[in-house]
Structures are given as C-alpha cells and as structure tokens.
C-alpha cells in the first residue's frame, strides 16, 4: 500500500460524529473564552468591563447593519462563485442540520461572545484589526484550503474589527457575529432537511 493510499484508509477511518464535532465545539470555545479572559487581564484590564451592555441601542445599528451586508457579500459570492471554493468539508452542515432551533441559538451565542472576547477584546487591543485578521482567518482552519473564503472571513474580522472601533462596544461585533452564525446556521438545517 503506498504512503498516499495509507493516508486516504486512515481519514476515512477518523469519521467525525455528531457528539465529537459537540464536544470539540464546546471545548474550543471554553479554551477561547479562557484566554480571552486571561489575555486581558495580563493587559491589565477587566473583562466584565468590555462585556458591560452599552446604554443606548446605537450598537445594533453597527451589529445588524455589517451583519446586512456580510449576507448581501456572501449571497452575491453563492450565485458567482464555484461551490468548491466555498466548501468547508462539510463542518458547518454537520454542525447545524440536526440542531433544534434553541441549540443554534446557545452555539451561535456561545461562539460570538467567546470569540469576540479574544479576538476584538484582546487581541485587537494589542496587535489592532489586521493583523488580528489575519489570525483570525488562520484558525478557520476548514477554509484554509480555498483562498476566497479565507480572504471572506479575514474580511469578515476586518469589519468585526472596524465596528469595534466605530462603536466603543464589544457587544456591536458580538451581535453581527452571533446573527451571522444564527441565521446561517437556520439556512443549513433548512437546506439539509
């Protein structure tokens, strides 16, 4: 058996189950949230204090407008672009097909808040937006594979970033992220059924 049919028997080997892809899921998100919080207390600051709801409603307008046209980017990419160039390998349908409408809602909020936490709240204090963009699209390691939705989520976390910035709030990129992946993760369940 040669070395490039060894490898090819031991990924179909490796399947990936619904409970291991939860489980994976969770731990991530709790490691993220973990250096999240440690990464900005070594800066010195309190991340309750980043996570305090902001006094007015101005926020939404930045969350729910890039989220507007993040959908509106990514709908003109679906009907111009190949369908290979987008494929995470099949993640994102396993994830969300089976999932009750609630369990989309704790994963699309579980992984906005802890992401956000790192990556706007403490990475983007200490390296600014592009270049947490950059290790932002490096750790969605599933699109990797395909430079279009590699640049589309470096560009995704470049305007996370940006409304960070335009806001003064965490909780602007928090409620894009979380719509993001909430509505695109009811899109997947529908079209999988």
Partial sequence: MTNKNANKK???????????????LYLTQG????????????????PLDLLAFPHDVRFLYWGIGLAVAMFFI????????????????GINALLFRSRPLW??????????????????????????????SILFAAIHIRYLRHWLPTAWVFASS?????IYVQSGTLWAP???HFLIDFISGIMIKRREQ
Avoid: K
């Fill in 174 to 176: 928090i409620v894009c």
């Fill in 10 to 24: 031991r990924r179909q080997n490796v399947q990936l189950t619904d409970r291991l892809l939860l489980v994976n």
């Fill in 103 to 132: 369990h989309i809602f704790v994963i699309a909020a579980l992984v906005s808040i802890c992401e956000e936490l790192l990556f706007r709240g403490a990475v983007q204090f200490h390296l600014g937006p592009y270049w947490t």
């Fill in 74 to 89: 990514d709908f003109l990419m679906t009907i111009y672009g190949r369908d290979e160039d987008m494929d995470d390998g």
């Fill in 31 to 46: 490691l993220t949230l973990i250096a999240g919080v440690v990464w900005i207390l070594l800066q010195g600051r309190n």
């Fill in 158 to 162: 470049y305007g996370l970033g940006w």
